[in-house]
């Protein structure tokens, strides 16, 4: 088989410390096939066996065809490889910045933004709401403690007043919203003036001192109308007729009795005020149980035991029960024994257009009473009813 031999062009046939000329190491591709420069280009091409230009270092076969390999030819000289642009820069992308409360612009995590506080948009970019705990003064708020109690310095975001119908603790002890000094509550939140009168007033008036009352005891049977704001009688037993309270009720006044007296003539003088029985006879609920029950919800009955048995019985003494038929507007039963009968109410108060009331508690709790039924019963009763007519 005769030998081949490969010619190489005379271009490079020169010795070989001219070598240098046809080319150089940067100019070389990474197999060490030499490249020819040409002088007003940027690129290099490299040279196959035959001295053709080829895009490709792809071998030939043994037929000398070239295969198809699907090469991308020399990357190193590829200008689309590099990461940079003809400048030097690289491509990158950019995230905005986070939202600002108070930018004006409603970003993740906010309800709203109007660039400051509004009636609808606290400083926060929370929706504005009483009871959010944050003061919104453009919502005409001046206060928000993010409670419901009514009793303390901020009620319904609104700072607590005298004459806003709620007894701020601990700075008012009454609240009647109105401007009737007369009344059971002064014009200063103040509780209106309390006297104590009748012939059995023993564990009323120890109970009034324990609730650290301020009254006054004029020692009459019967007070005259106006000497108090509010009357407390206490009768086991009285002398007829009995008082008229009607002006003093019409005036805005309260009246409290309690007990009675045997005489038929006194349940007809308490019928002027509350319909009943007319029956004027003690007696007491000692055959059953329980002595008290409770009728409904009341303020006057809220601090009291719903039932309750009486260590002693005479507390149980009543001398007449109110009825459910007859009674005026504002009447309210609020209070009853455990009698088998129809009508076997025993506490009852009526509320006059005037603001005036006239409450009955005919259970003989003046003269007869022990430690315990004092602490759990008298002072508890005393407490709701004041509260009741001072508007709290």
Do not use: K
């Not at 939202?99 to 400051?116: P, R, S, T």
């Not at 919502?139 to 701020?168: K, M, P, Q, R, Y």
């Amino acid at each position: 088989m005769p030998s081949t031999h490969a010619i190489l062009p005379l271009a490079c046939v020169v010795p070989l410390s001219l070598l240098a000329g046809c080319f150089s190491p940067d100019d070389s591709n990474a197999s060490g096939t030499a490249t020819t420069t040409d002088p007003g280009s940027t690129s290099s091409t490299p040279l196959d066996t035959s001295g053709n230009d080829s895009t490709s270092d792809t071998p030939a076969d043994s037929t000398g065809s070239v295969a198809d390999t699907g090469s991308t030819g020399d990357s190193s000289a590829d200008s689309s490889s590099s990461a940079a642009d003809s400048s030097g820069d690289t491509t990158s992308s950019t995230t905005s910045a986070a939202g600002v409360c108070g930018d004006g612009a409603v970003d993740d995590g906010e309800d709203c933004d109007d660039a400051g506080e509004s009636a609808a948009c606290d400083t926060d970019c929370t929706f504005a709401e009483c009871g959010d705990t944050v003061t919104n003064t453009a919502a005409l708020e001046t206060c928000d403690d993010g409670n419901e109690d009514t009793n303390d310095d901020c009620i319904a975001c609104a700072a607590a007043t005298c004459g806003d119908g709620f007894v701020w603790a601990g700075s008012e002890t009454c609240d009647d919203a109105n401007d009737d000094d007369a009344d059971a509550c002064s014009n200063a939140c103040t509780g209106g003036s309390v006297q104590v009168s009748g012939n059995a007033t023993t564990y009323l008036v120890s109970a009034l001192n324990a609730l650290g009352e301020t009254f006054t005891e004029d020692g009459s049977e019967w007070p005259a109308g106006g000497a108090a704001n509010i009357l407390v009688i206490a009768h086991d037993g009285a002398t007829l007729p009995g008082g008229d309270y009607q002006a003093h009720i019409d005036a805005g006044g309260h009246v409290l009795l309690v007990g009675g007296s045997g005489d038929p003539a006194y349940a007809a003088w308490a019928s002027t005020y509350l319909a009943n029985t007319g029956e004027g006879s003690w007696h007491q609920s000692s055959e059953c149980a329980w002595d008290w029950n409770s009728v409904g919800a009341h303020p006057i009955t809220a601090l009291l035991p719903a039932n309750y048995e009486f260590v002693d019985q005479s507390i149980s003494y009543h001398m007449l029960h109110f009825t459910a038929a007859g009674q005026d507007a504002g009447t309210e039963l609020i209070g009853q024994t455990c009698e088998a009968i129809a009508d076997n109410y025993v506490l009852a108060t009526r509320a006059y257009a005037s603001g005036g009331t006239f409450t009955y508690m005919a259970l003989d709790l003046g003269p007869y009473s022990d430690a315990m039924s004092e602490a759990d019963f008298v002072a508890p009763f005393l407490e709701g009813y004041l509260a009741y007519v001072r508007g709290g």
